[in-house]
């Protein structure tokens, strides 16, 4: 059994990046999701670790799976949770965000969970609550624990990461688990492709540890993991791809591009999938290839993990 206390990689004041963290420190988190999902397969659904504990989901942007996810694996260890929902947009950043923190803080929290849309503004906060912090997507920069749930299911159903050819291909320029996904997938030994069209591509993109290709059929040949990522309008200022329709053709997922791939290649996506944008249905629904609903399968247990280590490491 593992022991939090010397082998947590949650370093500091929580667990706001994957970059930097080692497979020596990631490898336990995995370890312990996977007891976490046994247990809740065998109908363990209300433990008792986290009782007498708070756990708060600040939410700045919308999110379906990262927030209820957070809520069910604190829930199911005990703790008692408070989701908070804010406008981003209706509030001045930088100095409301520092008065938020004040605020929480005044309320003896002991894990706060932060998504926000400024890439850095859940480090920000994180430095001035004195609880533990989880980052829930800042921005394009990080999603850990999507990276970490998406390793995991990897795992399971591979037996292992490294030596894997994982592609990732879409929306890279702007998306935070590609961010994530790139350091986990590195540090784990893997081989990590990126496919999309290059006004979707972050500068100098191969200094993250990827080959860089730019059509489908080269990029997912003999690949091991397909992953697809959301085009983030969003974040979008302008235009970025001509057409949805076209780029469905060059860089949407169907059965005849994934030809070229491994015959046991698994398909996944963190959601929300855009059929017949990035993915098509037949390939998002296939049973023995798409991976989609493992990945929020095991995201309840990898942040039970996650919660269990940080409140222990951290004292809180
Ligand atoms: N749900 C993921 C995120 O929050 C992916 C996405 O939204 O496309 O980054």
Redesign the pocket.
Known sequence: MLDPTTDSPFRGLGLLAIEGLTAAELTPVLDLADQYLERTRAGERKLTLLSGRTLVNLFFET?T??RTSFELAGKRLGADVINMSVDASSVKKGETLIDTAATLNAMHLDVLVV?HPDSGAVRLLAAKVNCAVING?DGSHE?PT?ALLDAQTIRRRKGRIAGLTVVICGDILH???ARSNIHLLNAMGARVRVVAPPTLLPPEVERLGVSVFHSMVAGLTDADIVMM??L?TERMAGQFVPSVREYFHFFGLTADKLKVARPDALIMH???INRGVEIDSEVADDINRSVILDQVELGVAVRMACLDLLTRASGH
Do not use: D, E
């Open positions: 999110s799976r990262t998504r997507g999603h999507q998306s935070r688990v990522l959301r983030q963190p959601g929300p």
